[in-house]
T-cell receptor, first 116, second 112 residues
């Protein structure tokens, strides 16, 4: 009965390195959403994906950030050439194909990225 | 874009006291949600509201969907130490797909 699994829980990267954050949705869920939470702030929408499709990436920074949700395997949020300002908690949520209200929108425990 | 403002930003209360917090939006929603986030964890859904004017309870929590559809309120009665955390409102407008917009959060500290 696993929920939304995110790994790693904590990730430390030096400036200029790449960060890869993984999200495995709940069993039976085919929609994935990524949110970013800066320290002492709320959650900001980044991107919404279905299997092999990006539906809405209006919250993604134009450069260095990309996301995918392949047919097999977890969803990946990739940040290239990280900078200090990328330090944040990144949360993934998933929902079933037939979303029945917000009860199907379940969050993972997040990945805390620290850029040093 | 849509903005949700929550107030207060933070509050310290004595155990046993009641708590009220609210959320206002620059645009209307047709679903309001309240989440709680414990330190180091993801948000967990507490209450969902689907109709303007609706009042819904979940144990000691009561939330209301404002008549204007631009605001919502959360009350916690008889607070206990485990109520500590950050409470987020969120709005949802179902048009095409469901993207949830989160408020700025209310940080609650309960003094035993």
């Amino acid at each position: 009965n696993a929920g939304v699994m995110q790994n790693p829980r904590h990730l430390v990267r030096r400036r200029g390195q790449e960060a890869r954050l993984r999200c495995s949705p709940m069993k039976g869920h085919s929609h994935v959403y990524w949110y970013r939470q800066l320290p002492e702030e709320g959650l900001k929408f980044m991107v919404y994906l279905q299997k092999e499709n990006i539906i809405d990436e209006s919250g993604m920074p134009k450069e260095r950030f990309s996301a995918e949700f392949p047919k097999e395997g977890p969803s990946i949020l990739r940040i290239q050439q990280v900078v200090r300002g990328d330090s944040a908690a990144y949360f993934c949520a998933s929902s079933p194909q037939q979303l029945q209200g917000p009860y199907g929108y379940t969050f993972g425990s997040g990945t805390r990225l620290t850029v040093v | 874009g849509q903005q949700l403002n929550q107030s207060p930003q933070s509050m310290f209360i004595q155990e046993g006291e009641d708590v009220s917090m609210n959320c206002t939006s620059s645009s209307i929603f047709n679903t309001w949600l309240w989440y709680k986030q414990d330190p180091g964890e993801g948000p967990v859904l507490l209450i969902a509201l689907y109709k303007a004017g609706e009042l819904t309870s979940n144990g000691r929590l009561t939330a209301q969907f404002g008549i204007t559809r631009k605001d919502s309120f959360l009350n916690i009665s008889a607070s206990i130490p485990s109520d500590v955390g950050i409470y987020f409102c969120a709005g949802l407008f179902s048009g095409g797909y469901q993207k949830v917009t989160f408020g700025t959060g209310t940080k609650l500290q309960v003094i035993p």
